[in-house]
Structure formats: C-alpha cells, structure tokens
C-alpha cells in the first residue's frame, strides 16, 4: 500500500490490520479463542511482537516518504524562486522597453527602460492608456492607438519618433504579440527598443554616400573641363603670340592698335579663366610667390565694380600698409572674385560689399603657424544663403 498507493493509503490499511492482529492477539492470550496454531499464548506474544516489528517499518518508510516529498516540493519551490528573481532581473535589467497592456488597451506593467522611453515613472504609467504614455502621446496620440491597433492585428513592427520638450528626437521601434497571462488573461506585450543611434548612423552613412557621388560627379567634370582648357589653352597661346608679334608692327595706325589692344586684353583674360579651369581640374601647378595683397585688391577694384553693377557700392577698407603674403595670385583673385560675385546674386535689389584687410597674430592654432597673418574680410549686405545654397557653398563656379 505504501509503494502503490501513498502514505495515507498504508496508514488506513495497518491501522485495520493493528486492530485485528491485536483483537485475535488478545483473544488467544486471554484463552477465548483456542490458538489456531497449535502453539499457545506464546504464538500471541510472537504476533504481537511481530506486528510492533512490521509497523515500526511501515511508520518509518512512511515517514521517509513523507520527508522525501517535502524536501522535493522544497527543491521545487526553492528553483521556482531562482528561476523567477532571474526573470525580474532580465525584465529589469532588459535594454529594450518591456509592456503589458489589456484589452483596453491600459498599461498593466512595465519595465524600467520602458518608462525612460516615455520619460515617467512606472507609477505615473500603470494604468494610462496608449495615447497617454508620456512621450508615445506627444508623438501622437491618433498615430499611437493606429499603431496599437496595427500591432495587435499582427503587422509586425511600428516606428514612433518620440518628441519632448528639452529632450532630443528618440526613434523607437516597437514590436507586439498577443499573450496569455496568468488567469487565462489575455494582453498585448510590447518590446520596445531605441533605434536612434542606429537611424543616426545610416543617415550619416547615407549622407556620405550622396557626398562620395557629388565627389565622383565634380572629379568627371573637372577630368572633362581640365581637358577642354587644355586643349583651349593651345589655340589661346598661338592666338595671344600673333596678337604680341602685331603690336610690334609699327606701321598700325592709332585705330588698328587700340583694336589689336582690345583683343590682346580679351585673350590675356581668356588665358587667365583657362588657368582657373586647369587649377579646378588640378592640372595646374600652385606657384606660390610674394604677393602684395593691398595693391593686388586696388588693382582688381574697377574689375570687381563692374561684376557688381550701379546698383551695388564697393567700398575698400585696405588701410595704408604694403602686406606682403606668399600666395598663388591667380588663385588669390579667383577667390576673391567668385567672394565678389557670390555677394552680388544675394543683393537682386543693390547693396554694399565691403573688402577689407587686417593683419592678426595668430597662437596656437591647428592649421595655421604661429605669428602676423594677413586676413581678407568680404562682408555684404544681401540676403544670405538658404539651405540649399550652403550645401552646394565648396562647390566650384
């Protein structure tokens, strides 16, 4: 009974078997009932003995059963409890945001990093519907019960960009299943995970790979314009020798020569734009040499006046001192002259342009060594660049 049926079953079962053996036991001791043996009341007095013998057995087994089955239930309830802190220490400590909404849907509970999301307490939380979440609210409240419900259905993942007052933009990605609870409840539980770095890291990796386009882009025009000027410069050279060997002529009349004079400033022009060609297509080698900034400006004034127009006043703020720099002086008057033409499509309706030059003593600077640098201020009074001007502002012409 013991081994079959439990405890319990073999406690019943001796508890009649003790009181028979005793009831025959006494019977015979005391002469009632002859001994069916044969042996007398010494066959009681064995019996009785033999049965305190078998019950001390019984009890005991019983009883190391019994100790058995608590110290399992123990070991059960003891790994139940380990199992359940570490599952609270995972939800806890889990770096996506974990919820449990019902029905309504209502937040039944959630973890930590899951309120950091909505930037309040799990207190504030428990309870509030979807478009009451903190910042899942502020996002929108439509969008976030659309999504709720998009969730639920099984549509696999929603995005939400979380916005706060003082708090920056937060991207989260939110993924949500049906769930049984305890009780036969039935909820929806959210995983919640911060996106923002990742969305941040493919938009910069976007955004180089449209620059690395625009790179490759300038780099075949310039490839295409360097050959143009190349080829350009040639014809320029044998038009600008012929032109030099005419005004040697001295039988040219005073009208012929200022002609020939015309075009011998036209070709020095073209010249000097085909140079800029040749250094935008980096075939043209930077000839660094002294250069006096004050008297190259002055002399670049009439030119840059009549880039400007009437509508636009130049005005120069060189002050009286030589400023002696080594520089490419082509590459110096294409700055300043694309500066100058820059400031005047920012004034459609006339202005100022200021150029000026000052002289700085530079400390420790990244670029720069130390000591006097001579600084070039262009300052207008146009409208500025919109967004669009300023990505395009490193882009040659």
């Known amino acids: 009974a013991l081994l079959l ?35 007398g009341p010494h066959m009681g007095a ?20 019994r100790r058995g089955a608590q110290d399992e239930a123990e070991r059960v309830a003891k790994i ?25 849907p209502r937040l039944m ?44 259905a ?16 937060c991207i989260v990605e939110v993924r949500a299943k049906r769930v049984v609870l305890a009780g036969g409840q039935e909820a929806f539980q959210w995983i919640a995970r911060d996106v923002t770095e990742r969305e941040m890291a493919r938009e910069a990796r976007e955004r180089l790979e ?11 025009i310039g490839r295409l314009a360097g050959g143009v000027a190349h080829d350009f ?22 009208i012929a020569r200022r002609q020939i004079d015309i075009v011998r400033q036209a070709g020095e022009r073209a010249a000097a734009l085909t140079q800029q060609l040749l250094a935008f297509a980096r075939r043209q080698v930077l000839e660094p040499r002294p250069v006096e900034l004050r008297g190259t400006v002055e002399g670049m004034a009439p030119l840059l006046q009549q880039l400007l127009g009437t509508a636009i006043v130049l005005e120069l703020q060189l002050g009286a001192q030589d400023l002696w720099v080594e ?6 008057e294409q700055v300043l002259t694309n500066l100058v033409v820059n400031a005047r499509d920012a004034m459609p309706l006339g202005g100022r342009v200021v150029i000026g030059l000052d002289v700085e003593t530079v400390g420790q600077h990244p670029v720069l060594g130390p000591g006097p640098h001579v600084v070039l201020r262009v300052e207008d009074t146009g409208e500025g660049m919109d967004a669009a001007t300023v990505e395009r502002i490193f882009e040659p012409f």
């Open 80 to 104: 139940a409890k380990t199992n359940q802190r570490r599952l609270e220490q995972l939800i806890a400590e889990s770096p996506d945001g974990l919820a449990w909404f019902d029905s309504t």
């Open 46 to 65: 064995f019996l009785v003995v033999l049965h305190v013998i078998t019950a001390s057995v019984v009890i005991s087994m019983a009883n190391r059963q």
């Open 5 to 39: 049926r439990g405890r319990r079953a073999a406690i019943g079962y001796g508890f009649v078997t003790s009181v028979f053996i005793w009831t025959v036991a006494l019977a015979e001791t005391s002469g009632l009932v002859a001994p069916r043996y044969g042996a």
């Open 233 to 254: 410069n040639n014809l320029l050279t044998a038009v600008n020798a012929n032109v030099h060997l005419l005004v040697r002529d001295s039988s040219l009349s005073p």
């Open 210 to 220: 449209l620059e690395l386009q625009a790179a490759r882009r300038l780099e075949d």
């Open 154 to 169: 099984g549509a696999g993942e929603q995005r939400f960009t979380l916005r706060s007052e003082g708090l920056p933009a």
């Open 327 to 332: 520089a490419d002086r082509t590459r110096f």
């Open 109 to 152: 509970e959630c973890n930590p990093e899951f309120s950091r999301l909505c930037n309040s307490s799990p207190a504030r939380l428990i309870g509030k519907p979807i478009g009451q979440l903190g910042r899942f609210a502020a996002a929108s409240r439509m969008e976030a019960v659309r999504a709720m419900e998009l969730l639920g």
